[in-house]
């Protein structure tokens, strides 16, 4: 955002009015919220929102133990993904192997 603050700042006015009006009428707790958006810094692979939700748990009262296993939920949860995408695009992978299908068409 640092390039879009510095070139569209009004865009970037606009995500910060988003922040205040999702804390304005947030409905859960902010250890929860902190945890929300702490698997998804890591499914984004955000490091600055990585370390800000980090903290902004263990600010809002998260153990390192609780951090852990969401952490480790993410993970699972990301595999399973992972894992049923691949079956389904994969299909029934044994006639795949008899077909002469190619992969970049030319």
């Known amino acids: 955002m640092r390039l879009l603050a510095e070139y569209?700042?009004?865009f970037?006015?606009?995500f910060d009015e988003i922040d205040e009006l999702y804390k304005e009428k947030r409905m859960i707790d902010e250890k929860t919220y902190q945890f929300i958006c702490l698997a998804l810094a890591i499914k984004n692979r955000s490091v600055p929102c990585l370390k800000k939700h980090f903290k902004g748990a263990l600010e809002a009262g998260a153990t390192l133990k609780e951090i852990a296993y969401i952490m480790a939920l993410t993970f699972r949860e990301s595999a399973g993904g992972d894992d049923c995408w691949?079956?389904?695009a994969l299909g029934d992978y044994k006639e795949l192997m008899k077909s002469n299908i190619k992969?970049?068409?030319k």
């Open 86 to 88: 691949v079956h389904d």
């Open 103 to 105: 992969c970049c068409p």
């Open 8 to 10: 569209f700042p009004e």
């Open 12 to 14: 970037s006015q606009k």
